[in-house]
C-alpha cells in the first residue's frame, strides 16, 4: 500500500514537472519572438538613422554651395549697387551742370526795361515814374553752404531769428498756441528737444507755418471766420494789436503747403506779406506798428508747385516742386523796384535733402535761410552780388 501511495505520489509531482516545463518554454518562446522583433526594430532605426546622416550631410553640402554662391551674388550685387551709386551722382552733377548753363527762363517781371549784353543801359525809366520801396541793392547770386543743425518735431513747422537777436523761435506743426525760444541756435543744437527752451504761450493759436518774428515782436496769421493778423511783444507776452488781413478768397499761397494761407516775411526794409488771388502770389509790403498796408504788387509767380519762398533786399524768390517731391528751385524772381533783369534772374537749386520746405525764413544778418524741411531745421547760406542796374551808371542827359 505504501509503495502505491509514493508511485501515484512521483506521477503526480511529473505531471507537474511536465506542465511546468511547458509553461516555461511557451514563456521562452514568447521572449525570443519579442527580442527578434526588437532587433528587427533596431536594424530597421539603424537604417533608418543612417539614411536620415545621409539626407542630412548631402542637405549641408548643398546648403553650403547656396551660401557661398549667395555670398558671391551679394558681393556682385554690392559692387553693382557702388556702381550704379557712382553713376548717379555723375548724372546729378552733369544734370546741375546742363541746368547752370541752359538754365529754363525764369519768371520775371519787368517793365520796360532792356540792358544789353555788353553791358549798357539802353533804356532806363525816369526816377519820378516809380516809388522806390526798398534801398538795398543785393540779389542773391548763389547757395554757398547747406548744414543741418537738428531734427525735431513734426515734419512741418518755422524755426526762425529775431535778426536783431541771437534768440531762435521754434513753431511746431501748422497749428499750435505754444511756441519755444532759444537763446541761441547752439543752444537749440545741443538742446535734447523743445522741452529745453523757454515756453511761450499765444493769446490765439497759430495756423500754417507763414510766421515772422521783427524787432521783438511776432507777427502771425490766426483762423476764425476771417484771417486775422496778430502782433504779439515775446518779452512781455503780451498782446499788442490785431487787424483782419483782406483777403478775398481763402486760397494757399503754396499748393505744396495748403495750411499757409498768408506767409508773413521780415526783411532789412520791414514786414511783408504773401498772398494767393486766384492762382498768382500776390505781395503787399506792411506796417509793422499800425498793421496797415501801404503798397501792393502782383508778382505774376504761379502758386502752382510753389513750396515756400524767401525775400532778400526787396527781392521775392519763390521756391518750386514738384509730386512727388524731389529737388526745389527758384523758379519765380519778382523785384519790388524792377530792379532786377530777366538775364541776371538767378535760377538756384537747393541741395537734395529730404522732402519739401514747410518754410523759409531769411535773416539779413547773417546772410542765411532757416528752412524747415521735413522735421529737420536747416541753415543755407547765400552769396550775394550787386544788382545790375545798381553798378551800371545811368547814361548822360
Not at 144 to 165: E, P
Not at 354 to 373: I, M, R
Request: with cysteine; glycine share 4%.
Amino acid at each position: 500500500m505504501k509503495a502505491g501511495f509514493f508511485f501515484s505520489i512521483l506521477l503526480s509531482m511529473l505531471a507537474q514537472l511536465s506542465q511546468a516545463q511547458y509553461h516555461y518554454q511557451t514563456l521562452m518562446n514568447y521572449l525570443e519572438s519579442r527580442m527578434a522583433a526588437m532587433e528587427e526594430r533596431i536594424v530597421l532605426w539603424h537604417e533608418q538613422n543612417n539614411r536620415y546622416s545621409s539626407d542630412l550631410k548631402k542637405f549641408r553640402n548643398q546648403a553650403a554651395d547656396l551660401l557661398e554662391k549667395l555670398g558671391k551674388e551679394h558681393e556682385k550685387l554690392r559692387e553693382d549697387l557702388e556702381g550704379a551709386g557712382v553713376r548717379v551722382d555723375r548724372v546729378e552733377r552733369e544734370m546741375d551742370y546742363i541746368e547752370t548753363k541752359n538754365p529754363p527762363k525764369p519768371c520775371v517781371k519787368a517793365v520796360d526795361k532792356m540792358v544789353e549784353q555788353d553791358p549798357v543801359v539802353k533804356e532806363r525809366k525816369k526816377k519820378d515814374e516809380f516809388f522806390e520801396v526798398s534801398v538795398c541793392v543785393d540779389i542773391v547770386s548763389s547757395i554757398r553752404a547747406m548744414k543741418i543743425v537738428k531734427r525735431l518735431g513734426s515734419t512741418k513747422g518755422v524755426w526762425t531769428k529775431d535778426a536783431r537777436t541771437a534768440k531762435v523761435y521754434i513753431f511746431n506743426g501748422t497749428s499750435e498756441d505754444t511756441l519755444y525760444e532759444f537763446k541761441s541756435v547752439k543752444e537749440l543744437s545741443a538742446s535734447s528737444g523743445m522741452s529745453k527752451g523757454k515756453q511761450i504761450t499765444l493769446p490765439f493759436a497759430w495756423y500754417g507755418t507763414g510766421h515772422a518774428v521783427y524787432d521783438g515782436f511776432l507777427y502771425y496769421v490766426t483762423e476764425r471766420s476771417e484771417l486775422q493778423l496778430i502782433k504779439f511783444h515775446l518779452e512781455n507776452s503780451s498782446l499788442v494789436d490785431s487787424a483782419v488781413l483782406p483777403v478775398q478768397d481763402q486760397v494757399s499761397v503754396y499748393s505744396f503747403n495748403p495750411e499757409t494761407m498768408v506767409d508773413l516775411i521780415a526783411d532789412e526794409e520791414g514786414l511783408w506779406a504773401l498772398y494767393a488771388v486766384g492762382e498768382t502770389i500776390n505781395l503787399a509790403k506792411m506796417d509793422p506798428d499800425t498793421l496797415d498796408i501801404e503798397q501792393m504788387w502782383d508778382t505774376a509767380c504761379s502758386r502752382n508747385n510753389a513750396e515756400a519762398a524767401f525775400f532778400v533786399c526787396g527781392t521775392l524768390y519763390v521756391v518750386y516742386n514738384t509730386r512727388p517731391p524731389s529737388r526745389s528751385r527758384v523758379q519765380c524772381v519778382f523785384d519790388v523796384n524792377d530792379m532786377v533783369t530777366p538775364g541776371e534772374a538767378p535760377l538756384l537749386y537747393f541741395p537734395r535733402r529730404f522732402g519739401a520746405h514747410s518754410s523759409l525764413k531769411y535773416n539779413p544778418v547773417e546772410k542765411q535761410v532757416y528752412a524747415w524741411d521735413d522735421g529737420y531745421q536747416i541753415l543755407y547760406r547765400m552769396s550775394l552780388k550787386k544788382k545790375l542796374w545798381a553798378i551800371v551808371p545811368p547814361p548822360e542827359e
